[in-house]
């Protein structure tokens, strides 16, 4: 089974720090994915990654970075939190598109991140 | 973007009973995706249907999907208390990013004992 492990399921932090959250998958997929989510919102993709070093905006980049120095990791970087930055926040990954349509996306867990 | 949007927003039955939600999406699609959320968890994928297919079936759910009226429907037949979670829709747009899953907001089920 496909593995997406988030680093935090619970993180506390104050405005202004800088706040990493790590995604690990160990299937190989090309694809991996930020999304938040919050009460009434749904999911909201913040960055994608469809290769290494690639990366893409999603619906709503602002105030977030991505890296992906290596195919398995995928990391969030929030640079100067805020308090709207309060959310629970998903990894996923999926396997190249195949020409039939996307692929399903594994998730992890989550991490519910609280800016105080 | 909004593209698929889950109704009703929340739905309360009885164990043994059906639950029936629906997707409405907007532009034409590859595929349509349904997800399952439990409480403080991820996403989990539970079946995909093809543009091109009308009926789909896994276990005890049952999805159709009719491109011209651009709406899907998953159905969980015998429910049982297990199957309370949140329930997801997710559309492929064609033509847009590959990989990018555009999600609902979901329909929360509770199946009561």
């Known amino acids: 089974d496909v593995k997406v492990t988030q680093s935090s399921r619970y993180l506390v932090k104050r405005t202004g720090e800088k706040v990493f959250l790590e995604c690990v998958q160990d299937m190989d997929h090309e694809n991996m994915f930020w999304y938040r989510q919050d009460p009434g919102l749904g999911l909201r993709l913040i960055y994608f990654?469809?290769?290494?070093?690639?990366?893409e905006k999603g619906d709503i980049p602002e105030g977030y970075s991505v890296s992906r120095e290596k195919k398995e990791r995928f990391s969030l970087i929030l640079e100067s939190t805020s308090t709207n930055q309060t959310s629970m926040y998903l990894c996923?990954?999926?396997?190249?598109?195949?020409?039939?349509?996307?692929?399903?996306?594994?998730f992890g867990d989550g991490t519910r991140l609280s800016i105080l | 973007s909004q593209q698929g949007e889950e109704d009703p927003q929340a739905l309360s039955i009885q164990e043994g009973e059906n639950a029936t939600m629906n997707c409405s999406y907007k532009t034409s699609i590859n595929n349509l995706q349904w997800y399952r959320q439990n409480s403080g968890r991820g996403l989990v994928h539970l079946i995909l249907i093809r543009s091109n297919e009308r009926e789909k079936h896994s276990g005890r759910l049952r999805v159709t999907l009719d491109t011209s009226k651009k709406s899907s429907s998953l159905l969980i037949t015998a429910s049982r208390a297990a199957d309370t979670a949140s329930y997801f829709c997710?559309?492929?747009?064609?033509?847009?990013?590959?990989?990018?899953?555009?999600f609902g907001k979901g329909t929360k089920l509770s199946v009561k004992p």
């Open positions: 997710a559309t492929d747009a064609r033509g847009g990013s590959q990989g990018n899953l555009i």
């Open positions: 990654s469809y290769d290494v070093k690639m990366k």
């Open positions: 996923a990954s999926s396997p190249h598109w195949t020409g039939l349509g996307n692929q399903p996306q594994h």
